[in-house]
């Protein structure tokens, strides 16, 4: 079973209703379907540069 990533300054992603397409960028975040690997690595770039934080569905961190 697969899962997102979401990076975002919320504290829960699921704040808002968002859209679930490969990449998505709406509501102020940003979420991949099932990313991999080298994706997941570019995210956690990109919520470090715009001070946010890389959050799977169940609430687990991506933010190192």
Same mark, same amino acid.
């Given at each position: =079973?697969?899962?997102?990533i979401? /990076?975002?300054?919320?504290?829960?992603?699921?704040?808002?209703?968002? !859209?679930?397409?490969?990449? %998505?960028? &709406?509501?102020?975040? /940003?979420?991949? *379907? %099932?990313?991999?690997?080298?994706?997941?690595?570019? =995210?956690?770039?990109?919520? *470090? &540069? !715009? %001070?946010?934080?890389? !959050?799977?569905?169940?609430?687990?961190?991506?933010?190192?």
């Amino acid at each position: =079973m697969g899962y997102d990533i979401h /990076i975002t300054r919320r504290d829960d992603w699921w704040d808002e209703e968002r !859209l679930g397409t490969a990449l %998505n960028w &709406a509501s102020g975040e /940003i979420s991949a *379907k %099932n990313p991999s690997c080298i994706l997941i690595v570019k =995210m956690r770039r990109v919520a *470090k &540069a !715009l %001070n946010a934080r890389g !959050l799977r569905d169940d609430g687990e961190h991506y933010d190192e």
